[in-house]
């Protein structure tokens, strides 16, 4: 794994510059303000807990394994269990998670799986995903295939799935399963990969959004491999 591709990856201000993520995050919470919570709760699967004295109230998601508290109406994120504030590209998912199922009435998984191309804008998108998500995947793992469901296990609690010689599947957010698959090397060809979505991805996130979320599942598998 390139070890300056993965530092720019998490580099704040690289995924800061220009202020595109604090805009994005604005956008996005403005969206939500005067919304219904009870309804965002049902529609993205939350758990909301009931207003305090001061009328706040707490929406808890499962996002990538860990229970994030969503605070309402200042949508403070904090994982739950550290009390540490998410950073703000994780934030903008969240925000963007949370309008998507509410526009889209809680959209159920169709078990139908898409390629990043075929999402809407995704063969504009396509090159950032792949240079982000889907050739590192490749890189890290294709060497050994088999150690991508060790590791997904053991960081996402991810299931195998019948696709490729190895797979997994990655519940990233309540809605929102994702497929990282691997075909291991032979004589002739070379190892290959892909990452997959349910085809109701494109009711909740954007291409961009969606290859960003690639992202974010991918380098943390990548992390593990590298210690």
Request: hydrophobic share 45%; net charge neutral; glycine share 8%.
């Amino acid at each position: 794994m390139n070890a300056d591709l993965l530092a720019m990856f998490r580099n704040k201000k690289y995924m800061l510059k220009n202020g595109k993520y604090q805009h994005a995050l604005d956008l996005g919470c403005r969206a939500l303000s005067g919304k219904d919570p009870v309804l965002i709760a049902r529609f993205s699967r939350a758990h909301l807990e009931q207003a305090r004295d001061d009328g706040t109230i707490n929406l808890f998601l499962l996002f990538l394994n860990r229970r994030i508290r969503i605070t309402w109406p200042e949508f403070e994120c904090r994982d739950r269990l550290s009390g540490t504030l998410l950073p703000i590209p994780d934030k903008v998912l969240l925000v963007h998670y949370l309008n998507g199922a509410l526009n889209a009435g809680g959209p159920p998984e169709t078990h139908e799986w898409i390629a990043f191309q075929d999402l809407p804008d995704g063969r504009f998108y396509h090159a950032a995903f792949d240079k982000r998500a889907k050739a590192p995947l490749i890189k890290g793992f294709g060497a050994n295939p088999g150690l991508l469901q060790e590791a997904a296990a053991r960081i996402y609690h991810a299931d195998p799935i019948e696709i490729g010689d190895y797979g997994v599947v990655v519940r990233v957010l309540p809605l929102v399963p994702l497929a990282l698959v691997l075909w291991a090397g032979d004589a002739e060809f070379p190892p290959n990969g892909n990452i997959l979505f349910d085809r109701n991805s494109v009711k909740l996130f954007s291409a961009e959004d969606v290859a960003w979320l690639a992202g974010r599942v991918v380098y943390p598998l990548l992390e593990m491999m590298n210690k």
